[in-house]
């Protein structure tokens, strides 16, 4: 410290801060192209701005081996442009190592084709569209198990808008379904119309309300619901096409509708004081022709003939992370149906 100054002279602090950063530095480039620590320390000694660095002239600005660096990394960096387009996690990096690619070292991860799944959205909001946290966590879930996901909306108005700070209608609001579930898709989101099974593996709903208020009448008709047009033509098409489908809450009611005879689980079929509430829709999935399966929230119920994969999600009053469990092991049956 200069007692005159009040400050420390570069000569004090810049060989303490160049040898740490250097050495920080080396480490994160070697990891990256591959090439030895040893090696980059010997380029950077060799740089004829070293001794600069080093205190030769204290008072001039400090320059940076960047002439020294390139010469040992540049041969390496091409390496890695040409492996980084190879497929799958065989790449040979020097000093004859098999590693994951340099691009996904770049990004934490491993590049791999993955399950297209359309993911079908009803609004935003537990009340009048789509329960936010299971359409998360599937999301999370499918991100996890390497999915391609595009996510959809029927084009057409809610049923009604709910207050969700009160749990009741607001009166004379309208919203979109496609204009509403865009905030949970991140603006990414294309008409339900447009779905086709042919380019997708699989199709899962989220529940909310919104699967029986926008998706169908169930919430106003129950066993005599009829459901969206679209959302019927997509049910049967990924059925015909013996690709998975995964429902979720009171979503699987679309399902019992839809596809006769079909195995689904809401839970289970009575109230246990109020851990339940829903319990009542069991007899409604009777009522449908389905079969109904008791299952507890963490689990999904698999019916193997027509490839419905369902959980019972916030059916349960329980603890978030129940939920989120079992929402992972539907998403990971709907991905093992779709053979990913």
């Known amino acids: 410290m200069d007692a005159s100054s009040g400050s420390s002279s570069p000569s004090a602090i810049r060989p303490s801060r160049y040898c740490v950063n250097t050495r920080r530095f080396c480490a994160g480039v070697a990891t990256l192209v591959g090439a030895s620590k040893s090696a980059l320390s010997r380029a950077l ?30 041969p390496c960096l091409a390496t890695a442009s040409v492996l980084a387009q190879l497929p799958g996690r065989l790449r040979l990096l020097p000093p004859g ?30 009340y009048d569209g ?75 709903f989220p529940g909310g309300f919104g699967a029986a208020k926008n998706l169908s009448t169930f919430a106003v008709d129950g066993k005599d619901c009829k459901v969206n047009s679209d959302v019927e033509r997509v049910l049967k098409e990924f059925h015909g096409a013996g690709k998975p489908i995964g429902l979720c809450c009171i979503a699987p009611v679309l399902a019992a509708r839809v596809l006769r005879g079909v195995e689904v689980t809401v839970g289970h079929e009575q109230e ?7 319990a009542g829709t069991a007899e409604a999935i009777k009522a449908l022709g389905a079969r109904h399966c ?45 053979g990913k």
């Open 97 to 126: 190592r098999w590693a994951i690619s340099p691009r996904a070292a770049l990004h934490g991860s491993t590049p791999r084709s993955g399950a297209r799944v359309a993911l079908v959205l009803s609004g935003c909001g537990v």
């Open 130 to 204: 789509t329960e936010i946290h299971e359409a998360s966590a599937i999301l999370v879930h499918l991100s996890r198990g390497g999915a391609d996901v595009q996510i959809f909306a029927p084009n057409a108005p809610q049923m009604h808008v709910i207050d969700h700070t009160k749990g009741q209608p607001s009166e004379g609001e309208t919203r979109n379904v496609l204009t509403e579930s865009a905030r949970i898709a991140r603006g990414k989101i294309t008409d339900l119309a447009k779905l086709r099974a042919a380019d997708h593996d699989a199709a899962i």
């Open 294 to 338: 008791v299952k507890d929230v963490t689990e999904a119920h698999v019916d193997q003939k027509n490839k419905v994969v369902t959980t019972p999600a916030f059916m349960c009053e329980t603890a978030l992370h129940h939920i989120h469990d079992g929402l992972g092991a539907m998403v990971r049956k709907v991905l093992e149906l779709a």
């Open 272 to 278: 246990e004081g109020g851990k339940w509430p829903y």
């Open 45 to 74: 000694c060799a740089d004829a701005a070293l001794p600069t660095i080093l205190g030769a002239d204290p008072e001039g600005p400090p320059r940076r081996p960047y002439a020294a660096v390139r010469t040992v990394v540049s």
